[in-house]
């Protein structure tokens, strides 16, 4: 059985895989065709749409859309899973490994930058299986999302393979934010769009991931409002942890901290779980005027901590006005 697609996601997300040769794609003018998907893809258009769902085992992708041939002989699928970070050509080369160790059946034959809409350059793989036929996977990735046209074929066409390579992910939502209270650590990419549709209105958020080796590593820094009558940093802390860790939370050690021109402020090293994985996150927090400003330094326990993300959490230093 083929190896899920998450499976391999959640292999090529944990690795930093060595990039491989480019060897470029030309591109397949496709017949006849409709556009669908609101741009998404172009399929044929004797292709019938297909409501199929991904796996319950798939909890990381969503299905966009599927279409096959009339005699099912080909199929074509569109995914998109929220990734941060994660750089093409190293994701590539995790799945053909995932592939290798767990479909010995399926045999490389072909691996190449592909171009697709507004001049993005996408990922192309195809395998062939020993009993016939094979799957072409098409990636793309953005600041946010992964997406993936999967191609299965029995014999595969010229407007198959087509479809595949039409794969035209949406951009990213701009979003502008104010300039953040501390100093981002070099190296470490910003992320507004992550910061932005993760927090209740009324929060403005700022997002930092680690480079790629790291990636899952993230530094957020936080300004919310101070409702009227609440008890200061206890309630900031409170309302942190019930969005952080849904509420549950070991805390390791709490201590009062000095920043910039506060004194009123705490330094929380806490332990809570993301589904079965321990997260450590290390917390500065202060109140200036009527607002909690927060910044929280999150990793798997099982990372060595950067130094130049601890130093940016202790950089953390509101507006004295």
């Known amino acids: 059985m083929l190896l899920s697609l998450s499976a391999l996601l959640l292999l090529s997300w944990m690795q930093a895989g060595v990039e491989p040769t480019e060897s470029p794609t030309p591109l397949v003018t496709p017949g006849p065709v409709a556009q669908m998907l609101h741009g998404m893809v172009t399929v044929p258009v004797s292709w019938r749409s297909e409501n199929w769902s991904v796996h319950d085992s798939d909890p990381h992708l969503r299905r966009l859309a599927a279409w096959a041939t009339g005699d099912g002989d080909q199929s074509i699928a569109v995914d998109v899973a929220d990734v941060f970070g994660v750089k093409l050509r190293s994701f590539a080369q995790s799945i053909a490994d995932g592939m290798h160790r767990s479909n010995p059946q399926f045999a490389l034959r072909e691996a190449g930058t592909v ?9 192309k793989q195809m395998y062939a299986a020993s009993s016939g036929g094979g799957i072409t996977y098409v990636f793309a990735v953005t600041a946010l999302h992964l997406y993936v046209a999967t191609y299965s074929f029995g014999q595969s066409s010229p407007e198959g393979e087509a479809a595949a390579e039409s794969l035209c992910p949406p951009p990213d939502p701009v979003v502008h934010v104010p300039p953040p209270p501390l100093q981002a650590p070099a190296r470490w990419t910003a992320v507004p769009e992550i910061a932005d549709r993760s927090f209740p209105v009324g929060v403005t958020a700022w997002a930092w991931i680690a480079p790629q080796a790291e990636y899952s590593q993230r530094l957020v820094a936080l300004k919310f409002p101070l409702p009227a009558g609440h008890g200061g940093l ?48 290390e917390s500065v927090m202060t109140i200036a005027g009527t607002n909690v400003y927060a910044a929280v330094y999150t990793r798997s326990a099982s990372q060595r901590p950067r130094s130049e993300a601890e130093l940016a959490l202790k950089s953390l230093c509101p507006p004295s006005k």
Do not use: N
């Open 234 to 281: 206890s309630y900031g802390f409170s309302a942190m942890l019930a969005h952080l860790a849904k509420g549950h939370a070991t805390v390791l050690r709490r201590s009062p901290v000095e920043l910039c021109h506060s004194t009123d402020a705490v330094f929380v090293a806490m332990e809570y779980s993301a589904g079965t994985q321990p997260i450590l996150a």
């Open 115 to 123: 171009r697709l809409c507004r001049g993005q350059d996408g990922w």
